[in-house]
């Protein structure tokens, strides 16, 4: 276990497309969580899981959004009918317990186009 | 509300000066604070956590509760050191961590 991966690491797709991304934690992080950072920016929380279950969402995350982690390992994050403001790099974290260091993917990048 | 500023979005600093990178944070409790790292194509990354109370690379963060900082800070810099710095509060109940802007720190030679 090399740390958390995430695919694919970029994405260009037209305007209306969807899309799904994918995060692998490590082994033994129960939490996972979604960040989104676009130019200038820090990354900005979307949502997290403790296992399975998904515990909070941002209000950055649309409807159009869906994040899944069946099992409690690796997790998805779907973005229905893309828009250019969806532009941006999605980031993937876990950890092992609250507080504790947040061990990052490398992201995808997704250019909607 | 919970809030990290980073004033700065560039520092620049020559190799051998000492380097201060700035965070304030907003917070009603007591917080858990985190600098993060990102390097040249490289991940998001840890540096050090206030609660370790750790010197790593030569970098020290002293939490300052009066004046709710937490100033990054390095006595002589090196090119090395050249990278994105984030600021970042865990929020105890919440889950999430906030991050800051972030300060690009560039080392001239």
């Known amino acids: 276990d090399t740390g958390v991966s995430q695919n694919p690491r970029h994405k260009i797709t037209k305007r209306g497309q969807n899309v799904t991304f994918r995060c692998d934690p490590i082994s033994e992080h129960n939490r996972l969580y979604w960040y989104r950072q676009t130019l200038g920016q820090g990354p900005e929380f979307l949502t997290y899981f403790q296992n399975e279950a998904q515990l909070e969402k941002s209000r950055l995350l649309s409807d159009r959004f869906s994040a899944e982690r069946p099992k409690g390992s690796f997790s998805t994050l779907e973005i229905q009918r893309t828009e250019q403001g969806d532009s941006a790099m999605y980031l993937c974290?876990?950890?092992?317990?609250?507080?504790?260091?947040?061990?990052f993917g490398q992201g995808t990048r997704l250019t909607v186009v | 509300a919970q809030r990290v500023t980073q004033p700065e979005k560039l520092l620049s600093v020559f190799k051998g000066a000492p380097v201060e990178l700035k965070c304030n944070y907003s917070y009603s409790g007591s917080p858990e604070l985190f600098w993060y790292v990102q390097y040249s194509r490289q991940r998001l990354q840890l540096l050090l956590r206030?609660?370790s109370r750790e010197s790593i690379k030569g970098f020290t963060a002293d939490l300052n509760k009066g004046e709710t900082s937490f100033h990054l800070k390095k006595p002589f810099a090196q090119e090395e050191d050249s990278a994105m710095y984030y600021c970042a509060l865990s929020v105890k109940g919440t889950y999430k961590y906030i991050f800051g802007t972030g300060t690009r720190l560039k080392v001239l030679a």
């Open positions: 206030h609660i």
């Open positions: 974290a876990s950890s092992f317990a609250e507080g504790t260091e947040a061990f």
